[in-house]
């Protein structure tokens, strides 16, 4: 699997994480890099895109102003630092790359996935 994530746990209300998805297997530079979760009973949803540049992020509403996506082309991982988490942030969390220069929203327009990561937040 070329897209490694982990740093999830279990964490209080009010807390903070920071997702890792390391990557390997191809070329780092030339892909957007996205974070996605799904919750039980619930479709797959988006929650984070950086461009391979860096220079271009997006977040979906429910996590803008909490969370905060980051990339380390040398390291060739990304981040995602979730600040004031709350107990619908429960989920896995998965990291996807998607061969293109921009930032992407859709599942289906990604082309590599990692195993997800657990995030479960206690109110």
């Known amino acids: 699997v070329p897209l490694q994530a982990y740093g999830g746990g279990l964490v209080q209300a009010g807390g903070s994480l920071r997702l890792s998805c390391a990557v390997s297997g191809f070329t780092f530079d030339d892909y957007t890099i996205g974070w996605f979760r799904q919750a039980p009973g619930k479709e797959r949803e988006f929650v984070a895109a950086i461009a391979w540049s860096g220079g271009s992020t997006y977040y979906a509403d429910s996590v803008k102003g909490r969370f905060t996506i980051s990339r380390d082309n040398a390291k060739k991982t990304v981040y995602l630092q979730m600040n004031s988490l709350k107990p619908d942030d429960t989920a896995v969390y998965y990291c996807?790359?998607?061969?293109?220069?921009?930032?992407?929203?859709?599942?289906?327009?990604?082309?590599?996935w990692g195993h997800g990561t657990q995030v479960t937040v206690s109110s």
């Open positions: 996807a790359a998607a061969r293109t220069s921009r930032v992407v929203l859709t599942a289906g327009e990604y082309d590599y």
